[in-house]
């Protein structure tokens, strides 16, 4: 704004000096239309010559704008009213906003300001006295405002329904196959239809308001200055309290009933131990060690979880629970599994390259199939295994032991199975074809390699992530063993 | 060129790092060591690199001149000589150039976490192994987190940073070498763990457990080290959210008369002050536990491996919160402006933020509910869980009174909003599951884990930070974005992501496990894993219509009007960009932020001196007409 | 970008109490800091309940406790003096206390760390994992405390502060209590269960 407009000034104060200065200071840059001492001078000198700026003396003219503005009201549309005072740090004071001017110049700028808003004596009034903002009438009558929300109730209702339903009803998961899985589908279950509920509501409001409340094509008028309703926000504080602490507490039901502290009458007990990457299965009150893992039907089970690396997690997912293996830590679950089939522990915490392998096969029996496997591992043990001559038996007996232990069997069936690696039935003096086409027959040398530097030969149709560091686990003559072992298995 | 701090930082820090090894390598003779060791001399080397990089940028330059007894001064002297560009790639204390500093890295890194997350896609969409190894998958995915979590660290502390003094009517935020410090100890952060990939990577996902942390290769220990210096620009940049906005607010605003969005980072830098520590420390042990052989979570030392879980997630789960916070207070702030009514319930949702921070301490062995803590444990914080869904539930029916009966628009800003409210609305109705106990015990580390929390992600950060870009983009630059692209980059980003997440949902009941690059046809996940990544790779080209937007409109875009959403909050009532020092004159608060459609109200008053030509005392009632 | 204004004289900065905010940013830093000692001290306690080793070297803490203590009475007696414009007094004092904290850090890194293995206390394991986590956390408190005071010595020499302006040394002396509190919990919590 130029400094022209600052246009026609009257300088009150009592103080000559000042009145001077000021003069002095505008120059020829302004209007002087009048330089008095007091407030009665000031009233008639503004009725007189109109003044557009009043440049009043702080210090010594007691007033407060508010006074003056009375005192303009109606003569004048506008003024600007500065206040100046040259004590302390504060040099103008105008509208209540403070300027500090530390020289002559600022003092200059400052009045010329890069922009200078004009405002009513009304405004400078209710600036002086800010009065809270008016509210406008919260709601409209209680029957207004449910008439107009029976739309979205209703159709929240209706939607709600086959949603609800749908979530009640519908199979998500794995086959249920234990007993402590059944209150965990049933509460899952419930928890997608309330949600499922949850989410229609909101969404049918949301949805609702965006549809109806759109705003028309210019225009630019506000809406309901509707600011809260205290009692709406106690109901939606107190209602999702109590749905959501009603849940924990059917929940925390739900949790000593399948995780029981104590332990069931004739529980079979199954030692697991998770090791990089793969499992090993002991019974101990039958004296069996193995690495797949067989469950007679509807007997509970205590497993009772270790692991002697780094962290892994044993997990069933038709048998829905799982729990960790901690080293140094042995960690209890119970589960009784009710339907016979095939399953797969899956490795459930990650723990390493070959984490997503970390699988050992299930098998749920009948208590009869169960026995046999039973005696057929206790009797397997010491019989001799038969094979090609020049096997030396106990050494492949130790190896069969070592490829429980060390995990080997995770991978590689003796079966024929073709599990993550290739089976080692029939492996040994076969010929092998490898991913980039070459062949090699499968001596003792070659498997010797193979252990030791598994990404040697990758068998074509299997993947390259057999363990590398088996070459740190196990000895020379520990991998003898194993080859011994491998050869009876024709 | 050496002009530019960010280049002197990375030659001196670079220079530092070698030094830095090399005494390592003296020292260790000295005692009679092999010279070589992976982890300590790579440690020391991370360390120097970090502190010589700040050197280089200039960071300690002012508190050098103290310790030599000299005053520093006001440390804003921008040269007027220099061109604006520079100031961003510069030691430069000024709030806006910081928080701009923050956003376009924090972009930067959703860019790069999202490449990542592309090439993960890539090779789960069909079983078996496609290109990968599975250890290049466990980097690849360990990293796509980190990254991840590392761009929301830095786009909450950019947008607070440009923010906060503009929405209290401050100059500046209260220690402006800190704030500067803040950020550019990210930069050397960030590249340690970008180091990780070629320093041998690591295979445990970005929350590092030992044992598998303490035995992991090298790359672990770049990736420690740089999560612990962004987690330092955390705590350093909540010292300076709280304290300006606890001591600097203008005259006459009350603590609820500011706006919602400096609610929300209150709560914010809370949590940021108290639990960063937390996951400083636990890596630092494990560091120890490399470096020196501190058994700290080693049970054949003595250790306990439980214990860092413990102290790992008493920052990682109030961290989401840190993550969302902002961002909801971002919806907060802008449905008021785009629906023309006052935000309902200003108290209560402002106050929810601070009760859900609160509540968000109590909760952390929720992540740990498998590993045997026993049922009491267990639930106890099952309780402490499923209450934080109270607070939450307050700021969505809020939300929802606050959109009845306004007068609804639909420009970009507004899209993303509602966009994130449905998402993060998922997000927490998909929260109870994983937190009631028993039917965690079944979903815990499956895929229905991740579909939880890319939705309270999305929901919670992505789209409202991609809101407020858009929202603020005329603010910053003085320009309006395209809203033709703006609008495309929203409808493909929120299909793309409901395949993304919807697949991830199913897969994950069916018993898709995490963290796993191969996974058994047999079980039927190949179809949902597919369109799964066709999905990604939507919202992939959405980000790529984004960047586009943004370039072309920073360049050539349509100058924009002072205050073209017709808000009524502080910062658009000045010049856009801003002044220097925002505010020629501090504003004098007079009223409620959000009095939209109240005759006569006003919210702030200005004085003279350089104010802008805005007119703040417009209301509602004649917006528009000037 | 354009700046409105091109000298700051004419621009209002509002009159914010600088030592206010000094003091609260300061505050919030020792609230964030004590985190990390509370992290230890529960890990001292999550691995070892309240056992200890009794070859523990008890004079040898208590010796270096009592260091520590008189340091920051020191410290104390240099913040009033320099208050009250004495400077002879708050050189002295803070030179006091700077040797009385190099005391400390030697009796701990010199004597202590060497001679715990002597006694079984290593930091790879066991109890020594607590013990040199902590003793170490904090020593690096203490060093970086030292190196702080004594900058504030050569300033204060060179007559940097004075009684309305010496947050230099306020700020610096009250890191030093902190680091002295923190002691005050670690002592017993090692040495005396």
């Excluded at chain 3, 701990?108 to 986590?133: C, Y």
Aim: one cysteine or more; a neutral charge; proline letters at 6%.
């Amino acid at each position: 704004m130029p400094w022209s407009e600052l246009g026609r000034v009257l300088i009150v104060s009592p103080h000559p000096l000042f009145r001077e200065g000021i003069v002095r200071l505008l120059g020829d840059q302004a209007e002087v239309v009048g330089v008095v001492a007091s407030l009665a001078e000031a009233r008639s000198a503004i009725r007189k010559h109109r003044p557009q700026a009043i440049i009043v003396d702080h210090e010594n003219v007691e007033l407060e704008e508010a006074d003056l503005a009375p005192l303009l009201w109606p003569e004048l549309e506008s003024v600007r009213i500065i206040y100046v005072t040259l004590a302390g740090n504060e040099m103008i004071i105008h509208d209540r906003q403070r300027v500090v001017a530390a020289t002559e110049k600022d003092l200059l700028d400052a009045l010329k300001g890069a922009s200078y808003k004009r405002q009513s004596p009304k405004e400078s009034l209710r600036e002086a006295h800010p009065r809270p903002a008016q509210r406008a009438p919260e709601i409209p009558e209680r029957g207004g405002i449910m008439r107009k929300l029976t739309v979205p109730l209703l159709i929240t209702v209706v939607l709600s329904v086959p949603v609800a339903l749908w979530f009640w009803r519908t199979d998500l998961t794995p086959e249920l196959a234990a007993r402590e899985g059944q209150p965990i589908d049933f509460l899952l279950r419930l928890e997608f239809a309330i949600a499922g509920v949850i989410f229609v509501l909101c969404m049918v409001f949301f949805f609702y308001s965006l549809v109806v409340f759109r705003r028309a094509p210019g225009d630019l008028e506000d809406g309901p200055p509707v600011h809260g309703s205290t009692p709406l926000e106690v109901a939606w504080t107190v209602i999702p309290a109590i749905i959501v602490i009603g849940l924990a507490s059917y929940a925390a039901g739900i949790l000593w009933d399948i995780m029981p502290t104590t332990g069931y009458k004739d529980e079979l007990v199954v030692d697991v131990t998770g090791f990089q990457w793969g499992w090993r299965f002991e019974y101990p009150d039958l004296g069996i060690t193995s690495s797949e893992l067989v469950l007679p039907v509807n007997r509970p089970v205590l497993f009772r979880l270790y692991s002697v690396d780094v962290i892994h997690s044993f997990w069933i997912p038709e048998l829905r629970i799982k729990m960790d293996n901690i080293p140094g830590i042995e960690n209890h679950l119970r589960l009784t599994p009710t339907k016979v089939g095939e399953y797969k522990v899956r490795c459930a915490e990650l723990c390493g390259t070959a984490h997503a392998y970390m699988l050992a096969p299930v098998k749920v029996v009948e208590q009869s199939a169960f026995e046999e496997w039973v005696k057929s591992q206790t009797a397997a043990a010491p019989a001799p295994p038969t094979g090609a001559a020049g096997v030396d038996a106990q050494a492949a007996e130790r190896g069969r032991a070592l490829a429980q232990q060390f995990g080997c069997l995770g991978c590689h069936s003796t079966d024929g199975t073709k599990l993550v690696g290739p089976t080692w039935k029939g492996l040994f003096g076969s010929t092998r074809t490898f991913q980039d086409g070459s062949t090699r027959v499968a001596d003792e040398e070659y498997i010797r390699e193979s252990i030791l530097n598994p990404s040697a030969y990758v068998v074509e149709g299997f993947p390259d992530v057999m363990p590398k560091n088996f070459k740190d686990q196990l000895s020379e003559d520990q991998i003898r063993d194993l080859v011994e072992f491998i050869k009876t298995l024709q | 060129m050496l002009s530019l701090g960010l280049i002197r930082g990375l030659i001196v820090g670079a220079i530092g790092a070698v030094i830095g090894m090399a005494l390592t390598m003296a020292a260790r003779v000295a005692l009679g060591r092999p010279a070589w060791s992976a982890d300590p001399v790579s440690f020391v080397g991370a360390i120097s690199w970090i502190v010589f990089f700040l050197v280089g940028i200039g960071a300690f330059s002012d508190w050098w001149r103290w310790a030599q007894g000299e005053q520093a001064g006001d440390p804003h002297h921008p040269d007027p000589n220099a061109p604006q560009w520079k100031r961003y790639f510069s030691f430069d204390p000024s709030h806006k150039v910081i928080g701009i500093q923050y956003t376009v890295t924090a972009l930067a890194l959703m860019y790069v976490a999202g490449l990542l997350a592309l090439i993960m896609r890539l090779e789960l969409a069909r079983s078996g192994l496609q290109f990968m190894s599975p250890n290049t998958y466990n980097t690849i995915m360990g990293l796509h987190g980190i990254v991840m979590i590392g761009a929301i660290l830095l786009g909450v502390s950019g947008m607070a940073n440009y923010l906060i003094p503009l929405m209290v009517g401050a100059p500046d935020m209260a220690f402006p070498r800190l704030n500067a410090l803040s950020f550019w100890i990210t930069v050397p952060g960030v590249v340690l763990i970008v180091l990780s990939f070629f320093t041998g990577g690591f295979d445990t996902g970005w929350t590092g457990y030992p044992p598998l942390g303490a035995r992991a290769p090298l790359g672990i220990l770049f990736f420690y080290l740089g999560v612990f210096a962004i987690g330092l620009s955390s705590i350093l940049g909540s010292i300076n959210f709280l304290t300006t906005t606890l001591k600097m607010r203008a005259p006459g605003m009350s603590l609820f008369r500011m706006p919602i969005f400096v609610w929300g980072m209150l709560a914010t830098s809370i949590i940021q002050l108290v639990a960063t520590q937390f996951i400083g420390m636990s890596f630092l042990m494990v560091v120890l536990e490399r470096v020196l052989g501190m058994g700290f979570f080693d049970p054949a030392k003595g250790g306990d491996a439980v214990l860092f879980q413990h102290i790992f997630w008493f920052y990682s789960h109030p961290a989401v919160y840190i993550f969302i916070l902002p961002g909801l207070g971002i919806i907060s702030e802008l449905l008021p402006v785009f629906v023309r009514k006052p935000l309902f319930g200003y108290k209560f949702v402002a106050l929810s933020s601070m009760a859900i921070a609160i509540i968000g301490f109590l909760v952390w062995a929720h992540h740990m509910f498998t590993v045997g803590l026993g049922n009491v444990l267990n639930s106890t914080f099952m309780f402490t869980t499923v209450l934080v869904a109270v607070p939450t539930g307050i700021k969505f029916f809020n939300w929802l009174a606050t959109m009845w009966e306004g007068k609804i628009s639909f420009e970009t800003p507004m899209l993303f909003v509602l966009g994130a409210f449905v998402i993060f609305l998922i997000g927490g109705l998909s929260g109870p599951p994983n937190g009631t106990v028993v039917t965690d015990f079944f979903l815990h580390e499956t895929y229905w884990v991740v579909g939880h929390f890319h939705h309270t992600m999305f929901g919670g950060f992505v789209f409202p930070f991609m809101a407020a870009i858009y929202f603020w983009f005329p603010k910053v630059t003085g320009r309006m974005y395209n809203e033709r692209l703006g609008k495309l980059h929203f409808w493909l980003m929120t299909i793309g992501f409901f395949m993304v997440t919807t697949s991830m949902f199913r897969i994950g009941l069916l018993g898709m496990r995490r963290r796993i690059a191969d996974y058994d046809p047999a079980l039927g996940f190949d179809t949902f894993q597919m369109i799964a990544t066709m999905g990604g790779f939507l919202v992939g080209l959405s980000m790529l219509v984004f960047l586009v937007n943004i370039v072309r409109s920073i360049r050539a875009g349509e100058r924009a009007p002072e205050n073209p959403w017709r808000s009524r909050s502080l910062e658009w009532q000045i010049s856009s960009p801003p002044p220097e020092f925002n505010y020629p004159t501090p504003p004098v608060v007079v009223g409620g932020p959000y009095d939209y459609g109240v005759p006569g109200s006003v919210y702030v008053r200005f004085g003279i001196a350089g104010a802008s030509d805005a007119d703040p005392a417009r209301t509602s009632s004649d917006n528009g007409k000037s | 970008m354009s700046t409105a204004t091109t000298h700051t004289s004419a621009v209002v900065h509002p009159e914010y109490d600088r030592l206010a905010l000094n003091r609260f940013g300061l505050w919030l830093f020792f609230f964030s800091e004590s985190l990390i000692f509370l992290i230890l001290l529960l890990t001292r306690f999550y691995l070892f309940g309240t056992s200890r080793p009794e070859e523990l070297n008890q004079t040898l803490g208590l010796a270096i406790t009592v260091i520590l203590l008189l340091s920051s009475f020191t410290a104390y007696r240099a913040e009033t003096a320099i208050a009250h414009d004495d400077r002879p007094q708050f050189l002295r004092n803070l030179l006091a206390t700077i040797l009385l904290g190099t005391l400390f850090l030697l009796g701990v890194v010199l004597v202590e760390w060497p001679e715990a293995p002597r006694l079984g206390i290593v930091p790879q394991e066991g109890f020594g994992i607590a013990f040199f986590s902590m003793t170490g956390m904090h020593a690096f408190h203490v060093l970086s405390g030292v190196l702080l005071l004594l900058m504030v010595y050569l300033n204060g020499r060179r007559g940097a502060y004075s009684s309305d302006s010496y947050w230099g040394v306020e700020a610096s002396i009250k890191y030093w209590h902190f680091v002295d509190v923190v002691w005050v919990f670690f002592y017993p919590a090692l040495y005396l269960l």
